[in-house]
């Protein structure tokens, strides 16, 4: 066990519509990173939050949002979902905001699928 | 730009014998590059990392990695596999810049008695 929790583990949803998923870091943890695994795309790096700013971007569409509030729990909003936005979807932690260098801590995942 | 590739998309041992999967990674500036082994249905977790220093790098579970750069390789070894490593073995360089990594598509190993 990472100390990462994710929420939902599974989510079903349709075409078009809106979902969030939730992130809670290790006790401490400051940064918080979301990424993406699908079978033609692999794993992306989408996007990275420490202390509640935005720290880095990756291959997150604008589609795909983020924010990480004052608890440092953090929250993925994917709209308008297409078919290839099925994946599963990480959230990983780490303690400082140097992103590399900092060993990440990877929760379980949530995985979307969209209909 | 980044990029890392990994060339067996599976790999299948007996248990006991040795273990070799490769990762060639490339990048401009030194690198810091990382193994993940992900188990089904869990998240990735970290065997071991290079950031300068010792280019043999020893890790959890019993994994090293040797990272040549005149190969541009981290290649990811284990002298004698147990049928609990079967899993998903992913390469990644982290950029410089910008706090990125960049995953390899991931190496299936599957551990046969």
């Known amino acids: 066990d990472s100390g990462v929790t994710q929420t939902p583990k599974h989510l079903i949803t349709a075409t078009g519509q809106r979902v969030t998923l939730r992130c809670s870091p290790r006790?401490?943890?400051?940064?918080v990173y979301w990424y993406q695994q699908s079978l033609d795309q692999g794993l992306q790096f989408l996007i990275q939050?420490?202390?509640?700013?935005?720290?880095a971007k990756g291959n997150i569409l604008e589609r795909f949002s983020a924010q990480q509030f004052p608890d440092l729990h953090s929250e993925l909003n994917l709209s308008s979902l297409e078919l290839g936005d099925s994946a599963l979807y990480f959230c990983a932690s780490s303690a400082g905001g140097t992103g590399i260098r900092d060993t990440q801590y990877f929760g379980p995942g949530t995985r979307l699928t969209v209909l | 730009a980044q990029s890392v590739t990994q060339p067996d998309i599976h790999i299948t041992v007996s248990e006991g014998a040795s273990l070799e999967l490769r990762c060639n990674y490339s990048?401009?500036?030194?690198?810091?590059l990382f193994w993940y082994v992900q188990s089904p249905g869990q998240g990735l977790q970290l065997l071991l990392k290079?950031?300068?220093?010792?280019?043999l790098v020893q890790g959890i579970k019993g994994f090293e990695a040797e990272f040549k750069r005149s190969q541009s390789s981290f290649n990811l070894r284990k002298p004698s596999v147990h049928w609990s490593d079967a899993a998903e073995y992913f390469c990644?360089?982290?950029?410089?810049?910008?706090?990125?990594?960049?995953f390899g598509t991931g190496t299936s190993l599957t551990v046969i008695p």
């Open positions: 290079y950031f300068s220093g010792d280019t």
């Open positions: 006790s401490g943890d400051l940064s």
């Open positions: 990644a360089v982290g950029a410089g810049t910008g706090n990125q990594f960049y």
């Open positions: 990048y401009g500036a030194t690198p810091y």
């Open positions: 939050y420490y202390n509640g700013e935005e720290r």
